[in-house]
Every structure is written in C-alpha cells, then in structure tokens.
C-alpha cells in the first residue's frame, strides 16, 4: 500500500512542474492601457491564449525556444524569440498604433467615371460573348415571391370582386429543360410546377432566361 501511494505522488509532481513553466505578463499600448483580449500566438507550438480585461496573460509551455507573435487590432504586431526554462518567464509588451500612409487622392468634377471605360469594353465585345455559343441545354430550377405593392385606384374595386388578397404574398416553383439553338430557337419542356398564393400565370420567369445581358435590350 505504501509502494503505490509513493508512486501517486511521485507522479503528481511531475504533472505539476511540466504545467510550472511558460510565460506570463501584461501587453499595454504606448499611453499604459490595457489591451484586452490581444492575441498571443506561439508558432512551434502551434497553440496560443488571448490576454483577459486588464491585459494580463498567462500561457504554459515546456522548456524551449519559441518564436511568439502578439497581435491586437489596429496595432502593429511584435515578435519575439523566448527562452523558457523553469518557472515562468515574464513578458511585458507595448503595442504601437498601426499607422497606414494611404496615397494622394485627387476629387475633380471633369474627371470621368472609370465605369464608364468598362462599360464602353464591354460593349465593344458584346457581339462576340454573344454569339460566342452555338447552342446550349439545362435543367433550369426556379423559385420566385411576389406581392402586389401598389395598385392603381381603378384596379382596386375590379380585385376586390374577383377576390384578389392584395396583401397576400405569391410563390412559384419549377423545373424545366430548355435547349437554344442559335439564332433564335428556343425551347422549354416544364416537367413540374407548384404555386401558391394568387395566380402566377403572367409571372412566368423563364423569359429572362431566354434573355442576355449582351443584348441592346434585356427582358
């Protein structure tokens, strides 16, 4: 009995002086106030901790070298190269402002949009991106909502007898294959479709598909 509450304790201790080393210590900015939850990051390890509300730290490590970033927002991180040995080893750091340099900007009411530059090139190649397939085929899924926001006054009595819910909102789902052929063959074969709400047979989406951006005019 006394052989196996020797060992206990003899392993008990060693537990306890592998966790008695690391580092320790308080990360400020240059005025001396704290810095809470700034990032302390240890690269051979692999591991790190976050200081607590008065920028203290405390962060065991095994005996070694160890190269140690400390980070806060809006300051310019530091590295340094620590020893540790027995015990902990105090680091105290300050944290200077991240200071950015940020180039001469010149606002001038004759100077053109550079939008505009992109635009006249795309344009330009509109032609080529459009013609550029031949033909194509999907299976095209689509789901949209709608609600009527705003109807003019002569439509409201015509709704309101036909029993029209202004205020209800629509929705539509549905599968389809479509197939193009260039220059203008288009066609689609629903395979299912669900509704709900108000009547969506004039809210059919599929012409935007039929549609290009490269077009003078899109749907």
């Not at 105290?92 to 530059?117: C, F, H, R, W």
């Not at 689509?142 to 309101?160: A, D, I």
Request: hydrophobic share 35%; charged share 20%.
């Amino acid at each position: 009995m006394l052989r196996i509450a020797t060992c206990t304790f003899l392993t008990l201790t060693f537990c306890g002086q592998l966790l008695a080393q690391g580092i320790k210590g308080n990360i400020k900015d240059n005025e001396g106030n704290p810095l809470p939850f700034a990032s302390i990051y240890v690269k051979q390890a692999g591991t790190g901790t976050s200081s607590n509300f008065e920028g203290n730290y405390e962060l065991p490590l095994a005996a070694g070298t160890y190269d140690v970033s400390f980070q806060f927002m809006g300051f310019a991180s530091e590295q340094r190269k620590i020893q540790v040995g027995s015990g902990f080893t105090t680091i105290n750091i300050v944290l200077k402002p991240q200071v950015y340099d940020l180039p001469t900007v010149v606002v001038s009411g004759k100077a053109e949009d550079p939008s505009y530059t992109i635009m006249r090139k795309a344009i330009a190649k509109a032609k080529y991106h459009l013609l550029q397939n031949d033909s194509y085929s999907a299976q095209v899924y689509m789901k949209g909502t709608g609600q009527l926001t705003k109807v003019p006054w002569f439509l409201r009595k015509t709704l309101e007898k036909e029993g029209v819910d202004t205020s209800r909102v629509f929705t539509s789902e549905s599968v389809s294959e479509i197939s193009f052929q260039r220059p203008n063959t288009f066609s689609e074969r629903v395979i299912s479709v669900r509704a709900s709400g108000q009547d969506m047979d004039n809210a059919n989406p599929t012409s935007y598909i039929n549609s290009s951006f490269y077009l003078p005019k899109v749907v």
